[in-house]
């Protein structure tokens, strides 16, 4: 029945995360390491279970699969909504915990339990309980800050959706490998990949699903969303401490501060607003001379040095976070957490005229203290399509 392949890329917040939960503007950028969803459909089975739907999580080295029966008993089938994405009911969220309660997923990696319950409200919502077979593989570090979550709902509905017929990507002439969605397509994916980072998240923005289904660079604010043009590169080094975190907790960490002390942080979210409106526009400033691109730059490293004191403000630093700060003002750097914090990656902006020794001796330091720095393209392709 042939295969259906989507991928999705991770992204960067360049300003305003958790702040967006709250109705605050955010800037996010598409970044070029993506999660690839491939999916089989299988035909149905003659046998008593009705077949399986499996899914292969190739980055953490664990498969998983579940008769169609079992699934149909627990979930039902809601095939006709596939035109209308709706939220995961709380029974339904309680029938897929039972479910994966029965899987013995070791403990240290019992956080996959989220991506998968995403996977299952994903599947059955859009092709019903029918057999399949689905792998997925990311380039992105998990639950590091850079949207895993999105790139893997966006990608897992991309591919559901197209099985399903109900999107159809366009390539552009016989050679291209990857082809796109028409942006009604998008739309629907992107609004199914929102139901599914709900899941994983708890109470997502829709920033992170919206620029890994849109690309290019992003203004999002309450829902909705406008494309940036970024008129100079923005060139930004990622440096991933490997500590580990949860999007989920982090938020939750935030609300709870914001009903704490609801004035003090309505004042922070507002500055940070403040923040992401002068940062989107300094980004679609067109300049041209190397002292007008340096005075662009300055401005946006002030901008990003302000987030991160507002970020320490909502608690979502964290000490091998601060290390990174240190380490790259040693160099006249400025750098800033992305993502939900608590660890996960910094950004640091790479200005033009850095010297390729000085950018050299900031990634040693960084890499002698164990975190892994790597560059990224900003503002690239958003979900693509690669036919079977
Ligand atoms: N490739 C993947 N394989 C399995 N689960 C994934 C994958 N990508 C994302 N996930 C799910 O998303 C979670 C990470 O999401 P989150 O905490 O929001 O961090 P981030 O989105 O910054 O990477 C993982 O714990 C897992 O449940
Ligand atoms: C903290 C937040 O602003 C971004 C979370 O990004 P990530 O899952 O850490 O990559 C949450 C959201 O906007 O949904
Ligand atoms: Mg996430």
Redesign the pocket.
Known sequence: MGEFRARAP??I?LA??????HGSA?IAAAIDLYTQSSLHLLPPSEEEDAGKVEVDLRDTGLVFSWPCSQLWEALGDKLAGVNSPRPCSSDELAAMAKLLEQEEIPEDKIWIAAGLSAFLYLYTSILGCRPGKAVVKSDLPL????????AFCVSISGALLAAAGAVCAQFGNARTEWGSFGKDDLELVNQWAFQG?KI??G??????NAVSTFGSMIKFKNGEFTNLISRNPVKMLITDTRVG?N?KA??AG?SERVSRHPDALASVISAVNSISEELSSIVELAVEDEIAITAKEEKLAELMEMNQGLLQCMG?SHSSLETVLRTTLKYNLVSKL????GG?CVLTLIPSLLSKSVLEKTTDELESHGFRCFQVEVGGRGLQFCRG
Request: hydrophobic content about 40%.
């Open positions: 991770g992204k917040i305003g995360e958790h702040a967006v939960v955010a639950g590091a800050g850079l949207g895993s979550s999105a980072e994983i998240h109470k997502p923005s829709g920033i992170d975190r999007t982090l938020v935030v979502v992305t993502g939900a914090g996960g």
